[in-house]
């Protein structure tokens, strides 16, 4: 049996920034890095005002397609080993923080996976029973959880 999943983290940074931040991305990496077994292509969402994150993508991967939607900068392509190294290495900012607005893992055109708002909301589609005990294993335990 199949689930959708939404995760909203509720412990939130005291930062001066406008947008919340978790209190601790520790979850993020290996959330992610499970999440990629089951990808075949990723889109990352920034800010236009973040430009120079959204740069540092696309110049390390130069095969990425680049978009441009009003207030945000897109990139998206294939999740293979040199995008993955990307996003495992270079996702979280030097107060580990995640950079990037939003990143979608997707499986044949399809939403798979998504971390939305800072990696405040995390979103799964269509999971099954050993997915959602992971994520309910490596997310923090104040998380609130809705299915639908």
């Known amino acids: 049996m199949k689930h959708n999943m939404h995760y909203e983290l509720t412990s939130m940074a005291d930062t001066p920034e406008t ?12 959330m992610i890095e499970y999440f990629f077994v089951y990808a075949d292509s990723f889109e990352i969402h920034c800010w236009k005002e973040e430009s120079a994150k959204f740069e ?63 990696g405040m909301e995390l979103i799964g589609y269509e999971l099954n029973a050993e997915q959602i005990a992971f994520l309910e294993k490596v997310l923090p335990k104040d998380v609130r959880m809705f299915e639908w």
């Open 56 to 118: 540092d993508i696309v110049n390390e991967l130069p095969n990425v397609k680049r978009d441009d939607d009003g207030q945000l900068l897109i990139a998206n392509g294939q999740l293979n080993e040199k995008a993955k190294e990307l996003i495992l290495t270079r996702s979280l900012d030097a107060k580990g923080r995640l950079k990037w607005f939003s990143v979608f893992l997707e499986r044949q055109g399809e939403l798979l996976f998504s971390s939305e708002h800072y």
């Open 19 to 30: 947008f919340s931040y978790a209190e601790d991305y520790s979850f993020w990496i290996p």
